[in-house]
């Protein structure tokens, strides 16, 4: 017995901030790219008072997290077959890794420290 198309796709559920979802059935191999630019392409109709100018300010997140534009479906373990949930921002630019935030903070701690003793 033949499997659906589905089977070996997985089906994106999107949220906006207001609240409102889509799906969108996407391959494996698709990448955050793709995704957004697809979703800009394909803007639904009851999202149409929440469209955007670009697909590049279309942002998704996954757990908490903005999922960079080369990250594929199946990077993030996505089940085929599934429906997963993410979420659809609209932001110009990505939020700085925390990790990142924190190492910037002690290097500019360390280089304000100055004390000269003649």
């Known amino acids: ?20 979802t889509h799906e969108f059935i996407f391959s494996p191999n698709d990448t955050v790219y793709y995704i957004t630019q697809h979703v800009y392409e394909h803007w639904p109709e009851d999202w149409k008072d929440e469209a955007v100018s670009s697909h590049n300010i279309l942002k998704l ?8 534009g080369n990250v594929s479906l199946s990077a993030l373990n996505l089940e085929t077959g ?22 910037n903070r002690e290097k500019i701690n360390q280089q304000s420290c100055c004390c000269c003793i003649v």
């Open 1 to 20: 017995m033949l499997q659906p198309l589905f089977a070996f796709q997985i089906c994106l559920r999107l949220i906006l901030v207001s609240g409102k």
């Open 61 to 68: 997140i996954y757990h908490g997290r903005f999922l960079h």
């Open 82 to 103: 599934k429906r997963s949930v993410m979420h659809l921002v609209s932001r110009e630019n990505l939020p700085e890794p925390a990790t990142q935030g924190q190492r």
